[in-house]
């Protein structure tokens, strides 16, 4: 009886090490507003090139385009000079600027900071250090929020990349014997206005740094949400969380070190009641460190944008739940590779 041995395949090899170029592809067409703009009509090379003043040739611009439409990012009628693009559903809904559904916010970030930082992750493995604009001398966050055009970027990039696990949250989580919910760092109140939406019984705050309690504000009233959903502004390190029934943090911890996210932890729990809970939303690493791909990748980005931050495994965060006093740990998950990291008191 024969036996087949399967060849070694660089398949793998070379699609990951030249990811950077459908990467940057779909970058450039969000930095371009090509989505929004086809979300309007759809449009021949010579149509998009003239209104987004590309001076490539007619042929680069097809080989642009039709490699958007092999990505499945765009639909195709015709072919050639004649062809008409248009966006495909999944682009249509979440890449289109007019829409409230638009996720692109953390594309254009990877697009405007991450992409040129991420260059630079040899440097980091063997320094240690950030690769962003600390490198200037400057502070992620005192360069982020000095600039209200930096700030709004930020916002919405945090928004975009969570807001289908937001709505997973709102949706699946049992809300039943709680009555109102913090969100730590809220950032433009989406996860607060998504939970009032779902959960018509909820009051909800969302806490950060003054500085963007004005885009919270102006979000939220465009969903008409003010009577339920509230800002209150503060430092999470320097103040007092206000107190809950559940306190939430998305994407916060992993920006720190073991010692800060032990800290923060500790001060979740005593804002928290009595059977209070904790929901932490994360890209939890599975246990063995070999399925979430998404999970480690985050972890590498915390290196190049914090230096000290890291992403964690639900026993990791065990741990540091049990040191803060809480009683039991579950997890929830929710949109691809993200989960809710409960902590019940």
Not at 241 to 254: C, E, Q, R, T, Y
Request: hydrophobic share 40%; net charge negative; glycine share 6%.
């Amino acid at each position: 009886m024969k036996t087949t041995t399967q060849q070694p395949d660089p398949s793998n090899i070379i699609q990951t090490g030249m990811g950077f170029w459908p990467s940057k592809v779909l970058l450039t067409a969000m930095n371009a507003g090509l989505f929004t703009m086809l979300a309007k009509q759809a449009q021949t090379v010579k149509q998009i090139k003239q209104n987004l003043n590309w001076k490539c040739t007619d042929r680069h611009a097809m080989d642009f385009m039709d490699a958007l439409h092999a990505l499945q990012f765009l639909k195709r009628k015709g072919s050639g000079d004649s062809a008409a693009y248009s966006n495909a559903d999944d682009a249509d809904t979440f890449l289109d600027k007019d829409k409230p559904s638009y996720i692109g916010g953390i594309l254009e970030m990877a697009n405007n900071r991450l992409f040129r930082f991420w260059a630079d992750l040899d440097e980091g493995l063997k320094t240690g250090k950030a690769q962003n604009e600390s490198k200037r001398g400057e502070d992620l966050f005192e360069v982020i929020y000095s600039s209200p055009e930096k700030l709004k970027e930020f916002i919405h990039a945090m928004s975009g990349i969570q807001l289908g696990n937001f709505m997973s949250f709102a949706k699946t989580f049992d809300f039943s014997s709680y009555h109102s919910l913090c969100d730590i760092g809220g950032s433009g109140a989406m996860l607060s206005i998504q939970v009032a939406l779902q959960q018509p019984h909820m009051q909800c705050i969302s806490f950060d740094l003054p500085p963007v309690e004005p885009v919270a504000a102006e979000t939220i009233e465009r969903f008409q949400l003010s009577d339920r959903v509230k800002t209150v502004s503060g430092d999470f390190f320097a103040d007092d969380f206000p107190s809950a029934d559940i306190i939430v943090m998305g994407n916060i911890l992993h920006d720190w070190s073991e010692e800060k996210k032990q800290l923060l932890i500790n001060k979740a729990y005593k804002a928290l009641p009595e059977n209070g809970v904790l929901v932490v939303i994360e890209n939890i690493i599975d246990e063995d460190r070999s399925q979430n791909v998404f999970g480690l990748m985050m972890s590498l980005n915390m290196l190049i944008e914090t230096k000290e931050g890291f992403d964690f495994t639900l026993s990791d965060f065990e741990g540091w739940t049990q040191k803060a006093g809480f009683r039991s740990v579950d997890q929830l998950p929710l949109a691809g590779p993200t989960s809710a990291a409960l902590a019940y008191k």
